[in-house]
């Protein structure tokens, strides 16, 4: 189970291969239904042929277990893989569920990809108890089987308790977003991702009819959201460079995996620059699944060069 949820990530090899292969490859290779259902599979056979190659010691005391089968290795490698997808999903980035048959990217922003309460939450079902059975040791008493087990339960149950209150908080979230204005302008659509350290700190992206709003979100006691405050992007006007930006490759590509995209239009020394962005993601975010799309025309709009690009690269 562990070596299963933790394979899919190996798709995160394609970081090596660009940005563009990142994009077309991490979470989606081996987090899609069908790649994690093949890996499943892969992992299982590998530990049943482990299983043949390294038979047990023989134990007097002990009938010889009989050799693992498929489907008994099968279930909880498929439980692995399942639990990695599903945190991956709530992760705001999300997973290509039905890649290669369809591009479609599905998400539900809960958690960061390192969530500091998780963290806590699983270091604390692991040490609890070894301390309690130390402690019990010492006043010697007799050491009761199952503990151990009943703690990962309760462990595994607070997880989900708390991506329960991460969802009521989104959903909070957004009401609060699209219930406002924004410098007079009305909110047509929006979205909240959350903040590693607190699940009461939010950060809203909000689309209005001519620009993107980020703006904090708090949502704890006696805090009060003030949407005067967002920081306003306005969306360029209509022109030849940003229309023919729209169907280069890269940029239909990019387009598919942002969730709010916003365009920029500069003039440089003998041409144009169309660069998009993925505004779901803080300008300060250097994760490499931030990652954005430019593209280079000359002075009659002819496109000299398109590429995808790590947020993080130097100049980039």
């Known amino acids: 189970m562990l070596v299963s ?34 890996l499943s599979c892969v ?11 390294v038979p047990p010691k023989k134990n007097i005391q002990r009938k010889t277990p009989e050799p693992l089968s498929f489907g008994r290795a099968l279930v909880p490698s498929a439980i692995g893989g399942a639990g990695h997808i599903v945190l991956d999903v709530a992760s705001g980035v ?14 539900w922003p809960l958690t960061t990809n390192l969530d500091l309460w998780i963290l806590i939450l699983l270091i604390a079902g692991l040490l609890l108890p070894l301390l309690f ?66 699940p009461f700190d939010w950060r809203g992206v909000v689309v209005t009819d001519g620009t993107i709003e980020e703006a904090d ?21 209509d022109s030849p460079a940003l229309d023919a930006a729209q169907e280069t490759a890269d940029v239909k590509t990019f387009l598919k995996y942002a969730e709010f995209p916003m365009a920029s239009v500069q003039r440089i020394e003998d041409g144009y620059r169309v660069e998009v962005h993925d505004l779901r993601f803080a300008s300060d975010d250097l994760a490499p699944s931030n990652v954005f799309v430019r593209v280079d025309f000359d002075s009659g709009v002819r496109m000299r060069n398109q590429a995808i690009l790590f947020a993080a690269s130097p100049n980039p």
Not at 25 to 36: C, D, E, I, M
Request: charged share 20%; glycine share 10%; with cysteine.
């Open 43 to 53: 992992v299982a056979g590998a530990f049943c042929l482990i299983d043949r190659k």
């Open 94 to 107: 999300g997973v290509q569920l039905l890649w290669p048959f369809r591009t479609h990217w599905s998400s």
């Open 133 to 198: 059975r130390l402690v019990n040791e010492e006043v010697g008493e007799r050491r009761k089987a199952g503990g151990v087990s009943r703690a990962a339960i309760f462990t595994l149950f607070l997880v989900a308790a708390y991506l329960g209150v991460r969802a009521e908080m989104h959903s909070r979230a957004i009401d609060l977003l699209l219930a406002r204005e924004y410098h007079g302008r009305v909110a047509l659509s929006a979205g909240a991702f959350p903040q590693s350290s607190t």
């Open 217 to 237: 979100v708090p949502l704890g006691p006696g805090e009060e959201f003030d949407p005067n405050r967002s920081l306003t992007h306005y969306k360029p006007e």
């Open 5 to 38: 949820g933790l394979a899919p990530d190996l798709d995160y090899a394609s970081y090596f291969g660009g940005p563009a292969a990142f994009l077309k490859f991490h979470r989606t290779l081996f987090h899609s239904l069908t790649g994690a259902a093949v």
